[in-house]
């Protein structure tokens, strides 16, 4: 149990604020195991369910980016294909120019890290549904300027033209490798920071704009940082894209139908709730495995699930989940232990987005 | 003269998109709802009116008397039932719905009616037939007609909201729907009533487009409602006029891009939109006293 604080009431009673409910001792030793069985993985199954899995690490890293920014701070965006591009796109620059794919990767990550920035300062001006259409106009901008590059294919796009001289079954190893490692650092970094300062920054905006900025709130700050990391997590997503199919297109690369699939496994899974784009892309993968003869159909059924959850699920089915067992992998809020009810708390002392 | 000609073919095109405009204007303007499946709903009306036209033989310019009403049913009804639902929860539902809509229906039209292209009265005179002034200007009659359209929707809808009772009551819902709420207005009937008109200028968007144009599933996204948003963006949120200055303006940059370029025409008018969000954010005409 990690007890975050001991408070002295009357007479001696104790309260006892702590992070979660059960002990996150177990949990954390639970994900280490998960991930060691996932890094396992490339020994023990078929390549074909390895390349499904790198597929579903895109989903879930572009999944918990898009919660970040829509289930935390509120943002939607549905320009996050602009950074799945981008980061695909510079992957394939640098390759080019002879880096190898892997070093590229974290390159391209932070390269649309620093991107976000000016794209930011772009669309903070608009609010809500104007932000939502504007990220996507910038998307749009970004892959229309690519396109007029001929040494990065046009519009036609190109393959990565130094791929390791390794044999298939290898580089399908290392490529999930990579995915994993991408996709336990995105899952870490939205983990670490709604624990910190940031966290409790997005709740208080979440719960009340006004009083948080005259609180002194930097909210336009906080939504920035937001909108960065998430830029990099697509970015990474994409830069993944990239080294998993070993060619970039810009009309695949930049589809909004990657914003589309990320903002359903939230909605599915859970707005706002870490674990909810985890359960959000299983579901996701599913779906799209068991319709893939089907055309368009997955996306289909997918939305209308979204939509249909959206409406009268807000927190998803992780949030259904939460609400009967009280269970969180990743315990971001605190729980408020009133004295002498031990094991038992009443309430929540503050929730968490 | 190219460029002279340019800017008359920009001018007249920006009244398409200032069609395209009107109905996501009027939606945010009274529910306060960015409706992300617009240009799929006009894309809808479209092929709407592809199937009205193959079964009832009737004349393409006279298709809308069919389909702006039906469009305008589906609005209400879209209204009452979803998107009311999604209004009642946040406002950050209402565009995770209205964005899972969007998908859908693309997606549905893909599976129904294939991703091939479409047109409206591709042989009908009036559609394709065009007039010289000089020998570089050619203007399309069909072009001058969705002008004049948009032209007079924007003027009608002017009229509507600010002379008739109706309008009044859809300004004052827009306002503080609790107060109008009060007054005895049901605020959840006049929305659909809003809708069922916003949806009216879309089915009208939606076959003006395919008379110009070809279009095809993801004509939606792509085209008409990123094509409406800087529009509206450009000429300045909530402003009818503006819009219609918003359409002008795009098109005008979008014909100057072409003219330089073939592949830079949306380039150029997505780069203009960007200048002006930079530089003037509020828009080119920014409503006085807007909330």
Redesign the interface.
């Known amino acids: 149990m990690t007890t975050f604080a001991r408070t002295t009431a009357r007479s001696g009673e104790t309260y006892r604020v702590t992070r979660s409910r059960r002990n996150v001792a177990w949990t954390g030793l639970g994900a280490l195991v998960v991930v060691v069985v996932l890094a396992l993985f490339p020994f023990i199954v078929y390549s074909g369910t390895t390349t499904i899995m790198v597929q579903a690490f895109i989903i879930l890293t572009m999944a918990s980016m898009w919660n970040l920014l ?1 289930g935390y701070a ?1 943002l ?1 965006s ?1 320009g996050q294909q602009g950074f799945v591009g981008l980061g695909a796109y510079f992957v394939l620059f640098l390759n080019i120019h002879s880096l190898s794919m892997f070093t590229a990767l974290p390159i391209a990550a932070v390269g649309c890290g620093v991107a976000a920035v000016p794209l930011w300062w ?2 903070s ?2 609010r ?3 932000f ?3 990220t ?3 998307a ?2 970004i892959e ?2 690519i ?2 590059f001929p040494s990065l294919g046009s ?1 036609t796009g190109m393959s990565l033209p130094h791929t390791p001289n390794v044999s298939s079954a290898v580089l399908e190893a290392y490529t999930y490798w990579i995915g994993l490692a991408v996709t336990v650092v995105a899952l870490g970094s939205v983990y670490l920071l709604l624990r910190g300062r940031l966290g409790l920054v997005l709740t208080a905006v979440r719960d009340d704009e006004v009083a948080a900025r005259s609180s002194g709130v930097r909210v336009g700050l906080a939504r920035m940082l937001v909108f960065v990391v998430a830029g990099i997590g697509c970015g990474a997503a994409g830069a993944l894209l990239a080294i998993s199919q070993l060619i970039v297109q810009p009309s695949a690369v930049f589809s ?2 990657w914003t ?1 699939e990320m ?2 496994a939230v ?1 599915i899974g859970g ?1 706002g709730t870490i674990e909810g784009p985890i359960l959000g892309t299983i579901v996701y993968m599913v779906l799209q495995q068991t319709l893939a003869s089907y ?3 997955y ?2 059924i997918l ?2 699930v ?2 249909v959850i ?2 009268f699920a ?1 927190r998803g089915l992780w949030g259904l989940i939460d609400e009967h067992l009280h269970v969180r992998l990743f315990p971001v809020g605190y729980w408020l232990w009133e004295p002498g009810t031990g094991r038992r708390p009443r309430r929540r002392a503050v929730t968490p987005p | 003269m190219v460029w002279v000609n340019d800017v008359i073919q920009g001018i007249l095109i920006g009244g398409l998109y200032a069609l395209f405009a009107c109905g996501l204007s009027l939606m945010f303007g009274v529910m306060k709802v960015v409706n992300l499946a617009h240009g799929d709903l006009a894309v809808i009306g479209a092929y709407i009116a592809v199937g009205v036209i193959a079964i009832t033989h009737i004349p393409v310019l006279w298709s809308f008397v069919i389909v702006v009403p039906l469009m305008a049913v589906l609005g209400y009804v879209l209204q009452r039932t979803v998107i009311q639902a999604s209004l009642d929860r946040s406002i950050l539902t209402t565009l995770l719905v209205t964005f899972g809509l969007s998908v859908v229906i693309e997606n549905a039209l893909l599976e129904f009616v294939s991703a091939n292209s479409h047109s409206l009265g591709a042989n009908n005179a009036i559609i394709t037939d065009s007039f010289s002034i000089g020998s570089q200007i050619t203007i399309a009659y069909l072009l001058l007609l969705i002008f004049v359209v948009a032209v007079v929707v924007l003027l009608g809808l002017q009229f509507f909201l600010y002379r008739s009772n109706y309008g009044r009551m859809i300004r004052a819902v827009a306002d503080d729907k609790e107060a109008a709420q009060l007054s005895g207005i049901d605020y959840r009937h006049v929305f659909g009533i809003a809708a069922a008109i916003a949806f009216g200028t879309v089915a009208l968007a939606g076959i003006a487009y395919g008379m110009y144009s070809q279009f095809a599933p993801t004509t939606g996204t792509d085209t008409i409602l990123l094509f409406a948003f800087a529009a509206v963006v450009i000429g300045g949120l909530g402003s009818l006029w503006g819009t219609l200055l918003g359409g002008v303006v795009l098109g005008v940059a979008q014909a100057i891009g072409a003219q330089i370029s073939g592949s830079d025409e949306f380039l150029a008018g997505y780069l203009v939109f960007l200048a002006v969000l930079v530089l003037r954010p509020q828009g080119l005409i920014a409503r006085r006293g807007a909330s």
């Open positions: 829509a509120g939607v549905v772009l669309v001006r608009l809500s549904g104007y939502a259409i504007a996507w106009v910038l749009t901008t229309l300027i396109e007029r519009g909004v139908s589309a903002a359903f909605i707005l055309n368009a159909w996306l289909i939305g209308l979204a939509m959206a409406i807000r």
